[in-house]
């Protein structure tokens, strides 16, 4: 989970990325500590409502993509359950290469995130396609986006599309709102440049 990887485990996580250990690490992202009732972790997004950020939480997400590039591991990649092919494809090859492989899965929690369960696949589609959640492969230090997010580089859907359907964003500020769309107009412009070659 996200609590066990981005903050109780990272240091594990770490060592074995760096170490060069042959093993396939998946992170399954809620953006909380779900397992003992939604308490804020480092992956909690800003605005949130957790039981421990009742007011939304005031800090940014914790990069943990970015920790983990830092570690240059053969493979690297983003899915989201929401598109299971995607995300079968991407353990297929992973399996398949030798040394240390790491994947970031976004799962969207009807509980948690309070919506209504039935819109888990929406929800997950909706934060591909307004940018928040970048599809990706990184294979020996080349990176290339994948699946619907080919489509979300060019064109978006704004961030409050999907932060407007869930509850726990009930209390996000006007100003919580542009900093989030920011924080994807610059990742979405980061990667994009890396993708292409010129970072």
Same mark, same amino acid.
């Given at each position: 989970?996200?609590?066990?990887?981005?903050?109780?485990?990272?240091?594990?996580?770490?060592?074995?990325?760096?170490?060069?250990?042959?093993?396939?690490?998946?992170?399954?992202?809620?953006?909380?500590?779900?397992?003992?009732?939604?308490?804020?972790?480092?992956?909690?997004?800003?605005?949130?409502?957790?039981?421990?950020?009742?007011?939304?939480?005031?800090?940014?997400?914790?990069?943990?993509?970015?920790?983990?590039?830092?570690?240059?591991?053969?493979?690297?990649?983003?899915?989201?359950?929401?598109? !299971?092919?995607?995300?079968?494809?991407?353990?297929?090859?992973?399996?398949?290469?030798?040394? !240390? %492989?790491?994947?970031?899965? =976004?799962? !969207?929690?009807? !509980?948690?995130?309070?919506?209504?369960?039935?819109?888990?696949?929406?929800?997950?589609?909706?934060?591909?396609?307004?940018? =928040?959640?970048? =599809?990706?492969?990184?294979?020996?230090?080349?990176?290339?986006?994948?699946?619907?997010?080919?489509?979300?580089?060019? %064109?978006?859907?704004?961030?409050?599309?999907?932060?407007?359907?869930?509850?726990?964003?009930? %209390?996000?500020?006007?100003?919580?709102?542009?900093?989030?769309? %920011?924080?994807?107009?610059?990742?979405?412009?980061?990667?994009?440049?890396?993708?292409?070659?010129?970072?």
């Amino acid at each position: 989970g996200d609590g066990g990887t981005i903050d109780i485990g990272i240091q594990a996580l770490s060592g074995a990325l760096e170490r060069g250990t042959d093993f396939l690490y998946i992170c399954y992202d809620n953006e909380a500590y779900s397992n003992t009732g939604m308490q804020r972790s480092g992956a909690t997004p800003l605005g949130a409502m957790t039981t421990t950020t009742p007011g939304g939480k005031k800090d940014h997400k914790k990069d943990l993509d970015a920790i983990v590039a830092a570690h240059n591991p053969v493979y690297q990649a983003t899915a989201c359950a929401a598109y !299971p092919q995607d995300l079968f494809n991407k353990v297929e090859k992973a399996l398949t290469i030798p040394g !240390p %492989k790491f994947m970031h899965v =976004l799962a !969207p929690c009807p !509980p948690g995130w309070r919506f209504p369960s039935e819109k888990t696949i929406e929800m997950g589609k909706l934060a591909v396609k307004s940018g =928040l959640w970048v =599809l990706y492969e990184r294979e020996n230090g080349k990176l290339t986006i994948t699946g619907a997010s080919k489509a979300a580089m060019k %064109k978006r859907i704004p961030v409050e599309d999907y932060l407007s359907v869930q509850g726990r964003f009930r %209390k996000i500020t006007a100003e919580e709102t542009a900093e989030v769309q %920011k924080t994807v107009e610059d990742t979405i412009a980061r990667l994009q440049r890396e993708a292409d070659g010129i970072c």
